[in-house]
């Protein structure tokens, strides 16, 4: 973002005043303009002579800023510190108030009562004029702002051949993705890229990175000098997007990859009764649940969603044990988790054995043949995560029906397909299966009963209902998340939180998601905690959801694309890099009668009497582990 400062003439007393395209004109008055302020005083007569005298040297000043779609923007009344107490101060956009209670997205917010305006995230329809008024006793205080959104960005890349670039290209937030950009190379006649849907296939070089997404970055594999150039992305309709200017630079002679100076076994932990340990992991997983949260509801923003943070985080921290170098920042960074944190294992474990009651965690490795794996990460894979290194086997049906029956085992035959084939170059797959089974603590009405659900669209659709007209649950109105939500009680330590938006409308449900930080998660479950239970008449879909996500993609969004170009994994296997050649997350969970049943598999590779919470429309769920302090399950459910 670039700021220019921008003065234009000022003329006083009746005469048209030109400030950011404004006219402000005063008679009787005077105007005096200091740092892109106008100061409008109430003068007696004699002292009229002395200011036109100053206002010959002054000028009134606009501030020009020229920002891009997708970014934040403060805008400061003051740029000076002073007390403004008692003062009032309003915001205009475009000539029109900006209301203090306005939180849609990307609308200006007037925060510190009127201090500052913010504006997150960017889009076309806030550009325009700004105005900031304070008023207090007999002295006016104006300050102009002009903002410029351009869509259009321009990129200069320098790489060395043989990398792999990254080329962005972003469609605006407010945009509905019905097609994905056009990629042009500009060299003297523009020739348009052939796009492959799957970046990780090696034979696909030029490829979409997230297809169907507002990223529409693309990478070029293996980038060779005939690669240097500009490119350009639009949108299908024309829109151009970016502009990338590409510079190869001619490769150093390449150093082989060395295992040298990086520790084989994992740095123990010094104070294994350290209570810090267990809150730290608690909120890194919390952070990291919501950041996958955000990312899935970006990718799929009307669909039912489902996935089970404690497997993705634990087949990630799983990984983390052999990973060194850059991987293991990389690892660190996408679990929420900081860098010097070396009971990390020791604390998942710890998390693991608390969880045995009512969650049952598994991993296992395979592995080539061909690999030496190293003893220590073998060892340490068996004391942290119960985990014994498996050889795959010799060919792909039977590794793929070795694979699929663990993880039928693993999760009650709730899950018993998770891999269609195992290529015969895979070198390593580490799978994490959850399973949990909690039984309501008040049992809902055994009869069928059936119900309309509202969907996105308004349709309603008939389906068999959980009801119960006197459930005792704790119940409230969040204003912080724009949702009400009702805890509900099930064995094993464990409950189920639901979040229920003001309508079945999208964009009330769009709302309580971007609230749903990781803090307003915890202040929730902590509020919901000491809320005493009442009488609710409660109806709930009975629902069953089986879903399977692009951890490739998710991976990908968390900051892990080395992976899948060559990880460094020398606490694993100090021979070579390590490439990841896939990643594999399903999920299923089911509400029934007698409870919430969940399982998921990670693999990288009428009359009311009493208050009512009818859960018929669009809601968020969070299954929550009350003993662990943790997500357990968090899911969407917007067609059931």
């Known amino acids: 973002m670039v700021a220019a400062l921008r003065s234009r003439p000022l003329v006083v007393d009746g005469v048209n005043s030109v400030g950011c ?11 005096v303009t200091e740092f892109g302020y106008i100061w409008k005083f109430k003068m007696k007569l004699q002292a009229v002579l002395c200011l036109l005298l100053l206002l010959n040297y002054e000028l009134s000043s606009c501030i020009d800023l020229r920002v891009v779609p997708g970014s934040s923007l403060e805008l400061p009344c003051l740029s000076f510190e002073t007390d403004f107490t008692g ?4 915001w ?38 700004y105005l900031c008024l304070i008023k207090k006793n007999d002295m006016e205080m104006i300050r102009n702002y002009h903002v410029t959104v351009d869509a259009f960005v321009t990129y200069t890349i320098k790489v060395i051949e ?35 849907d799957d970046p990780t296939a090696e034979h696909n070089r030029v490829a979409q990175l997230y297809p169907l997404d507002h990223d529409q970055t693309i990478i070029i594999r293996n980038i060779v000098m005939e690669d240097a150039g500009n490119y350009t992305c639009q949108s299908a309709e024309g829109e151009k997007l970016s502009s990338v200017h590409i510079i190869v630079e001619v ?66 921290s799983h990984l983390l044990l052999g990973a060194r170098g850059d991987s293991r920042k990389a690892i660190e960074r996408a679990v929420c988790v900081p860098h010097e944190f070396h009971c990390v294992h020791l604390q998942m474990k710890k998390l693991r054995e608390k969880l045995a009651g009512s969650l049952q965690i598994a991993s296992q490795i395979y592995y080539n043949p061909q690999m030496n794996l190293s003893e220590s990460f073998t060892n340490q894979s068996i004391q942290f995560y119960e985990a014994e290194p498996t050889r795959l086997l010799e060919t792909s049906e039977d590794n793929t029906q070795m694979i699929n029956s663990w993880v039928a085992n693993k999760t009650n035959n709730k899950i018993r397909h998770l891999v269609d084939s195992v290529p015969a170059s895979t070198q390593l797959m580490l799978l994490n299966a959850v399973t949990f089974s909690g ?37 409230t109105y969040l204003v912080e998340l724009k949702a009400q939500v009702a805890r509900f009680a099930l064995t094993g330590d464990s409950s189920l939180y639901i979040l229920l938006p003001r309508s079945y409308k999208l964009t009330d449900l769009q709302e309580v998601e971007e609230r749903m930080t990781d803090t307003a998660v915890r202040q929730m479950i902590g509020q919901l905690k000491t809320t005493p239970p009442q009488p609710i008449e409660v109806t709930l879909p009975q629902i069953t959801l089986d879903i399977q996500p692009d951890m490739n993609i998710l991976m990908k969004k968390l900051g892990l694309s080395s992976l899948f170009e060559g990880a460094n994994m020398c606490g694993l296997f100090s021979e070579e890099r390590v490439i990841l050649d896939d990643a594999r997350h399903r999920a ?16 990288v590779s009428f009359s009311r009497s009493f208050p009512s919470f009818t859960a018929m429309r669009p809601f968020i769920m969070l299954l929550w582990s009350d003993g662990a302090n943790v997500p357990l399950f968090i899911g969407r459910v917007t067609d059931p």
């Open 21 to 31: 395209g404004r006219n402000i004109a005063g008679k009787k008055q005077q105007l």
């Open 87 to 90: 003062a009032a101060i309003t």
């Open 92 to 129: 205009k956009f475009n000539g029109e108030d900006v209301h203090v209670s306005a939180q849609s997205p990307g609308s200006p917010r007037v925060k510190q009562d009127g201090l500052y305006l913010s504006i997150s995230p960017v889009t076309a329809a806030n550009e325009g004029e």
């Open 162 to 196: 043989g990398f792999t670039p990254h080329l962005p290209c972003h469609f605006p937030p407010s945009n509905q993705i019905k097609a994905n950009a056009l990629w042009f190379k500009e060299t003297g006649k523009r020739t348009q890229l052939h796009l492959e």
């Open 251 to 316: 490769a150093p002679s390449p150093v082989p990859p060395s295992c040298s100076g990086y520790p084989t076994a994992w740095e123990a932990c010094q104070d294994e009764n350290d209570r810090t340990g267990e809150p730290m992991l608690q909120e890194s997983i919390t952070e990291f649940s919501m950041k996958l949260y955000s990312y899935l509801r970006e990718s799929q923003p009307s669909s039912n969603l489902l996935f089970s943070p404690i497997s993705i985080s634990g087949v990630l």
């Open 439 to 475: 039984q309501w603590k008040v049992k809902y009405d055994m009869k069928t009963k059936k119900g309309l659900f509202t969907k996105l669209d308004g349709d309603m659709e008939k389906v068999s209902v959980l009801y119960h007209q006197k459930y005792m649950a704790a119940m």
């Open 588 to 603: 299923f969970l089911a509400l029934t009668e007698q409870g919430v049943e969940a399982g998921a598999v990670t693999a």
